[in-house]
């Protein structure tokens, strides 16, 4: 059985930092494109950020680019999103994926989910 467990979300104020963490088990973790995306209230499930099996390669939406961070540990089968002057339009639920292969944008392609962390950032 495959899970990935987030954690690391919270409530913050603007210009704070956060760092969020997912941990997979049930697979070979180093497998594995890892994504980050969110949800905002109302609105679709957004990429966020994304990281290649051996970390090698990252890139970062736009809004988020500068800010945000991400790594992973392959010997402790996490990932991490640091994140750095957060803004209150940063505030939704942020997910952690998996992806085999695919298109890495996609949130379609993504083989496994966390079940999500609620990130606040309050003005």
């Known amino acids: 059985q495959v899970q990935l467990v987030e954690s690391g979300g919270g409530k913050v104020q603007a210009g704070d930092s956060l760092r969020l963490s997912c941990t997979m088990t049930?697979?070979?973790?180093?497998?594995?494109?890892m994504g980050w995306f969110r949800q905002a209230p109302g609105k679709e499930r957004d990429f966020v950020t994304v990281?290649?099996?051996?970390?090698?390669?990252?890139y970062y939406a736009d809004s988020v680019k500068g800010r945000f961070t991400i790594a992973r540990d392959n010997a402790k089968n996490t990932v991490y999103l640091q994140m750095n002057s957060l803004k209150p339009e940063d505030t939704a639920v942020y997910y952690c994926?998996?992806?085999?292969?695919?298109?890495?944008?996609?949130?379609?392609?993504?083989?496994?989910w966390g079940q999500g962390t609620q990130v606040t950032v309050s003005s």
């Open positions: 994926a998996a992806m085999y292969d695919g298109s890495w944008r996609n949130p379609e392609e993504y083989d496994y």
């Open positions: 049930g697979r070979t973790f180093s497998d594995y494109v």
């Open positions: 990281i290649s099996p051996d970390g090698g390669f990252t």
